[in-house]
Protein backbone atom coordinates (compact mmCIF):
# COMPACT_ATOMS: atom_id res chain seq x y z
CA UNK A 1 0.00 0.00 0.00
CA UNK A 2 2.88 2.50 1.21
CA UNK A 3 4.43 2.13 -2.96
CA UNK A 4 1.40 3.20 -4.24
CA UNK A 5 0.62 7.28 -4.15
CA UNK A 6 -3.46 8.66 -3.36
CA UNK A 7 -4.89 8.53 -7.06
CA UNK A 8 -4.28 12.13 -8.34
CA UNK A 9 -7.91 12.70 -8.73
CA UNK A 10 -8.84 12.37 -4.73
CA UNK A 11 -5.84 15.40 -4.63
CA UNK A 12 -7.37 16.77 -7.67
CA UNK A 13 -11.11 16.86 -6.45
CA UNK A 14 -9.80 17.60 -2.74
CA UNK A 15 -7.90 20.96 -3.96
CA UNK A 16 -10.65 21.95 -6.79
CA UNK A 17 -13.09 20.83 -3.72
CA UNK A 18 -11.26 23.79 -1.53
CA UNK A 19 -10.28 26.40 -3.98
CA UNK A 20 -13.95 26.90 -4.84
CA UNK A 21 -15.42 26.84 -0.98
CA UNK A 22 -12.55 29.31 -0.43
CA UNK A 23 -13.56 31.08 -3.26
CA UNK A 24 -17.05 31.35 -2.58
CA UNK A 25 -16.48 32.41 0.74
CA UNK A 26 -14.13 35.37 -0.02
CA UNK A 27 -16.87 37.47 -2.09
CA UNK A 28 -19.45 36.75 0.81
CA UNK A 29 -17.04 37.98 3.43
CA UNK A 30 -13.56 38.98 2.78
CA UNK A 31 -11.22 40.21 5.24
CA UNK A 32 -9.15 42.77 3.45
CA UNK A 33 -10.11 45.42 1.25
CA UNK A 34 -8.88 44.23 -3.08
CA UNK A 35 -6.73 46.30 -4.62
CA UNK A 36 -7.25 45.18 -8.42
CA UNK A 37 -10.13 44.04 -10.05
CA UNK A 38 -10.41 39.96 -8.33
CA UNK A 39 -10.97 37.98 -11.66
CA UNK A 40 -8.28 39.61 -13.81
CA UNK A 41 -5.85 38.68 -11.00
CA UNK A 42 -7.17 35.49 -10.57
CA UNK A 43 -6.48 35.03 -14.63
CA UNK A 44 -3.02 35.80 -14.11
CA UNK A 45 -2.26 33.81 -10.97
CA UNK A 46 -3.88 30.33 -12.50
CA UNK A 47 -1.57 31.09 -15.97
CA UNK A 48 1.30 31.22 -13.80
CA UNK A 49 0.55 28.46 -11.66
CA UNK A 50 -0.51 26.47 -14.91
CA UNK A 51 3.46 26.62 -16.29
CA UNK A 52 4.27 25.79 -12.87
CA UNK A 53 2.27 23.05 -12.71
CA UNK A 54 3.38 21.63 -16.22
CA UNK A 55 7.39 22.30 -14.37
CA UNK A 56 6.73 19.80 -11.55
CA UNK A 57 5.02 17.47 -14.13
CA UNK A 58 8.04 17.72 -15.89
CA UNK A 59 10.76 17.74 -13.84
CA UNK A 60 9.80 17.30 -9.96
CA UNK A 61 7.35 14.36 -10.90
CA UNK A 62 10.00 12.10 -12.51
CA UNK A 63 12.72 12.30 -9.47
CA UNK A 64 10.98 13.07 -6.40
CA UNK A 65 8.13 9.94 -6.97
CA UNK A 66 10.90 6.99 -8.47
CA UNK A 67 13.04 8.64 -5.16
CA UNK A 68 10.31 7.93 -2.94
CA UNK A 69 9.78 4.02 -3.76
CA UNK A 70 13.18 3.93 -4.15
CA UNK A 71 13.34 4.90 0.11
CA UNK A 72 10.88 2.54 0.56
CA UNK A 73 12.50 -0.58 -1.17
CA UNK A 74 15.91 0.24 0.35
CA UNK A 75 14.74 1.34 3.90
CA UNK A 76 16.76 4.50 3.73
CA UNK A 77 15.72 7.54 5.85
CA UNK A 78 14.64 8.45 9.69
CA UNK A 79 10.86 7.10 9.10
CA UNK A 80 11.73 3.59 7.81
CA UNK A 81 14.15 3.09 10.87
CA UNK A 82 11.29 2.33 13.38
CA UNK A 83 8.34 0.50 12.47
CA UNK A 84 5.65 2.76 12.77
CA UNK A 85 1.96 2.15 12.69
CA UNK A 86 0.53 3.81 9.65
CA UNK A 87 -1.07 5.95 11.48
CA UNK A 88 1.79 7.57 13.38
CA UNK A 89 4.05 7.37 10.49
CA UNK A 90 1.77 9.78 8.29
CA UNK A 91 1.54 12.23 11.42
CA UNK A 92 5.47 12.27 12.13
CA UNK A 93 5.60 12.35 8.17
CA UNK A 94 3.44 15.60 8.35
CA UNK A 95 5.24 17.08 10.82
CA UNK A 96 8.65 16.98 9.99
CA UNK A 97 7.67 17.78 6.45
CA UNK A 98 6.13 21.07 7.64
CA UNK A 99 9.25 21.82 9.35
CA UNK A 100 11.45 21.15 7.06
CA UNK A 101 9.62 23.48 4.60
CA UNK A 102 9.61 26.27 7.23
CA UNK A 103 13.30 26.28 6.91
CA UNK A 104 13.11 26.26 2.85
CA UNK A 105 10.49 29.15 2.93
CA UNK A 106 13.39 31.12 5.61
CA UNK A 107 15.79 30.10 2.63
CA UNK A 108 13.72 31.79 -0.27
CA UNK A 109 13.64 35.01 1.58
CA UNK A 110 16.92 35.19 3.03
CA UNK A 111 18.99 33.66 0.13
CA UNK A 112 19.16 36.57 -2.91
CA UNK A 113 18.81 34.20 -5.89
CA UNK A 114 16.01 32.24 -4.36
CA UNK A 115 14.53 35.35 -3.59
CA UNK A 116 13.86 36.21 -7.16
CA UNK A 117 12.26 33.21 -7.72
CA UNK A 118 9.82 33.48 -4.77
CA UNK A 119 9.16 37.04 -5.40
CA UNK A 120 6.88 36.86 -7.89
CA UNK A 121 4.77 34.91 -4.72
CA UNK A 122 5.04 37.97 -2.89
CA UNK A 123 4.26 40.73 -5.65
CA UNK A 124 0.60 39.97 -5.55
CA UNK A 125 -0.90 43.23 -5.27
CA UNK A 126 -3.94 41.22 -3.10
CA UNK A 127 -3.99 37.69 -1.01
CA UNK A 128 -6.55 35.53 -1.67
CA UNK A 129 -6.56 31.73 -2.33
CA UNK A 130 -5.50 31.99 -6.21
CA UNK A 131 -1.86 33.65 -4.75
CA UNK A 132 -1.68 30.03 -3.08
CA UNK A 133 -0.83 28.59 -6.54
CA UNK A 134 0.82 31.54 -7.75
CA UNK A 135 4.79 30.28 -7.79
CA UNK A 136 7.37 31.04 -10.20
CA UNK A 137 8.36 28.23 -12.19
CA UNK A 138 12.07 28.56 -11.25
CA UNK A 139 10.65 28.49 -7.54
CA UNK A 140 9.40 24.50 -8.36
CA UNK A 141 12.35 23.71 -10.25
CA UNK A 142 14.72 25.14 -7.02
CA UNK A 143 12.57 23.57 -4.52
CA UNK A 144 13.57 19.99 -6.48
CA UNK A 145 16.95 19.43 -4.61
CA UNK A 146 15.09 20.60 -1.12
CA UNK A 147 11.98 18.18 -2.11
CA UNK A 148 14.38 14.87 -2.71
CA UNK A 149 16.42 15.78 0.41
CA UNK A 150 13.04 15.55 2.28
CA UNK A 151 11.90 12.65 0.89
CA UNK A 152 15.45 10.68 1.52
CA UNK A 153 16.26 11.89 4.99
CA UNK A 154 12.70 11.93 6.24
CA UNK A 155 11.73 8.23 4.57
CA UNK A 156 9.00 9.20 2.49
CA UNK A 157 6.98 6.20 0.78
CA UNK A 158 4.98 7.31 -2.32
CA UNK A 159 2.30 7.25 -0.62
CA UNK A 160 3.09 9.25 2.59
CA UNK A 161 4.08 12.31 0.15
CA UNK A 162 1.29 11.82 -1.68
CA UNK A 163 -0.90 12.34 1.42
CA UNK A 164 1.63 15.24 2.40
CA UNK A 165 0.72 16.74 -0.80
CA UNK A 166 -2.64 16.95 -0.44
CA UNK A 167 -2.52 18.36 3.10
CA UNK A 168 -0.33 21.23 2.10
CA UNK A 169 -2.14 22.52 -0.46
CA UNK A 170 -5.40 22.83 1.49
CA UNK A 171 -3.13 24.65 3.85
CA UNK A 172 -1.78 26.85 1.44
CA UNK A 173 -5.08 27.30 0.03
CA UNK A 174 -6.98 28.36 3.72
CA UNK A 175 -4.08 30.22 4.87
CA UNK A 176 -3.94 32.47 1.86
CA UNK A 177 -7.71 33.11 1.67
CA UNK A 178 -9.36 36.60 1.75
CA UNK A 179 -11.78 35.32 4.09
CA UNK A 180 -13.00 37.04 7.45
CA UNK A 181 -13.07 34.52 10.10
CA UNK A 182 -14.72 35.56 13.52
CA UNK A 183 -11.16 36.57 15.61
CA UNK A 184 -12.46 34.36 18.35
CA UNK A 185 -12.55 31.43 15.46
CA UNK A 186 -9.65 32.41 14.29
CA UNK A 187 -7.42 33.18 17.78
CA UNK A 188 -8.30 29.37 18.43
CA UNK A 189 -7.37 28.15 15.56
CA UNK A 190 -4.11 30.04 14.87
CA UNK A 191 -2.77 28.59 18.29
CA UNK A 192 -2.25 25.22 16.51
CA UNK A 193 -2.45 26.04 12.40
CA UNK A 194 -1.66 29.20 10.20
CA UNK A 195 -4.72 31.02 9.81
CA UNK A 196 -5.76 34.20 6.81
CA UNK A 197 -4.93 36.48 9.50
CA UNK A 198 -1.42 35.46 10.20
CA UNK A 199 -0.12 35.13 7.15
CA UNK A 200 -1.81 38.08 5.61
CA UNK A 201 1.38 39.55 7.89
CA UNK A 202 3.82 37.64 6.15
CA UNK A 203 2.63 39.49 3.02
CA UNK A 204 2.63 42.98 4.14
CA UNK A 205 4.53 45.41 2.30
CA UNK A 206 6.88 45.95 6.03
CA UNK A 207 10.14 44.34 5.76
CA UNK A 208 10.00 43.39 9.54
CA UNK A 209 6.65 41.77 9.08
CA UNK A 210 7.39 39.98 5.80
CA UNK A 211 10.39 38.43 7.77
CA UNK A 212 7.82 36.68 10.16
CA UNK A 213 5.50 33.87 10.09
CA UNK A 214 6.85 31.82 7.46
CA UNK A 215 5.22 28.25 9.05
CA UNK A 216 2.98 26.71 6.45
CA UNK A 217 1.37 24.20 8.75
CA UNK A 218 1.82 24.56 12.06
CA UNK A 219 1.56 27.90 14.17
CA UNK A 220 4.64 25.95 16.41
CA UNK A 221 8.08 26.48 14.03
CA UNK A 222 7.47 30.44 14.36
CA UNK A 223 6.56 30.02 17.94
CA UNK A 224 9.49 28.05 18.57
CA UNK A 225 12.07 30.49 16.36
CA UNK A 226 10.63 33.45 18.06
CA UNK A 227 9.30 34.85 14.26
CA UNK A 228 5.67 34.67 15.22
CA UNK A 229 3.89 38.32 14.82
CA UNK A 230 0.56 38.66 15.30
CA UNK A 231 0.63 42.68 16.18
CA UNK A 232 -1.04 43.59 13.13
CA UNK A 233 -4.78 44.96 12.19
CA UNK A 234 -5.51 43.16 8.73
CA UNK A 235 -7.05 46.72 8.13
CA UNK A 236 -3.56 48.33 8.50
CA UNK A 237 -2.05 45.89 5.61
CA UNK A 238 -1.14 46.89 2.22
CA UNK A 239 -0.05 43.60 0.71
CA UNK A 240 2.91 43.45 -1.72
CA UNK A 241 6.60 44.30 -2.09
CA UNK A 242 7.16 48.25 -2.06
CA UNK A 243 9.38 48.57 -5.15
CA UNK A 244 6.56 46.77 -6.62
CA UNK A 245 3.23 48.40 -5.96
CA UNK A 246 1.92 49.58 -9.00
CA UNK A 247 -0.16 47.48 -10.88
CA UNK A 248 1.73 48.30 -14.27
CA UNK A 249 4.80 46.52 -12.97
CA UNK A 250 2.87 43.20 -12.03
CA UNK A 251 1.13 42.19 -14.81
CA UNK A 252 1.79 38.33 -16.55
CA UNK A 253 4.44 39.10 -18.59
CA UNK A 254 6.15 41.47 -16.10
CA UNK A 255 5.65 38.90 -13.58
CA UNK A 256 6.73 36.11 -15.43
CA UNK A 257 10.10 37.52 -16.96
CA UNK A 258 10.69 39.11 -12.75
CA UNK A 259 13.23 36.40 -11.85
CA UNK A 260 15.23 37.15 -15.18
CA UNK A 261 16.01 41.04 -15.05
CA UNK A 262 17.62 43.14 -12.63
CA UNK A 263 15.73 43.82 -10.14
CA UNK A 264 15.17 47.19 -7.88
CA UNK A 265 16.11 46.89 -3.93
CA UNK A 266 12.85 45.06 -3.04
CA UNK A 267 11.76 46.81 0.49
CA UNK A 268 11.98 50.47 -0.25
CA UNK A 269 9.46 52.60 -2.57
CA UNK A 270 10.73 53.72 -6.33
CA UNK A 271 11.28 57.35 -4.09
CA UNK A 272 14.22 55.32 -1.90
CA UNK A 273 11.67 55.69 1.52
CA UNK A 274 10.48 52.74 3.20
CA UNK A 275 6.96 51.87 4.39
CA UNK A 276 6.61 52.52 8.72
CA UNK A 277 6.19 49.50 10.44
CA UNK A 278 3.31 48.41 12.36
CA UNK A 279 2.44 48.31 16.21
CA UNK A 280 6.29 47.03 18.57
CA UNK A 281 9.14 45.52 17.24
CA UNK A 282 8.27 42.58 20.04
CA UNK A 283 6.84 39.65 17.62
CA UNK A 284 4.93 37.80 19.75
CA UNK A 285 1.18 39.33 20.47
CA UNK A 286 -2.40 38.27 20.49
CA UNK A 287 -3.68 38.02 16.58
CA UNK A 288 -5.19 41.38 15.92
CA UNK A 289 -8.69 41.74 13.74
ZN1 LIG B 1 7.11 34.09 1.71
Known sequence: MLSTPVPRWIAGVLGAGTLLLLRWLETRKPLRRLVEPKLRREARNVVVAGVSAIALVLAERPIVMPLAALVERKEWGLLRQFGFPLWLEIGVALVLMDYSFYIWHVLMHRV?????????????????????LRFHFTEMLASIPWRAGQVLLIGLTPFTFSIWQGVFLVCIL????????????????????????????????????????????????D???????????????????PAFQEPKVVTLPRILAMPFEHLPPSWNFPNGSAPEPHGSAAPQSVLLP
Open 112 to 132: PLLWRFHLVHHVDLDLDASTA
Open 174 to 221: FHHSNIELPISWERWLNKLIVTPRMHGIHHSIVERETNSNWSSGLTLW
Open 223 to 241: WLHGTLRLNVPQAEVTVGV
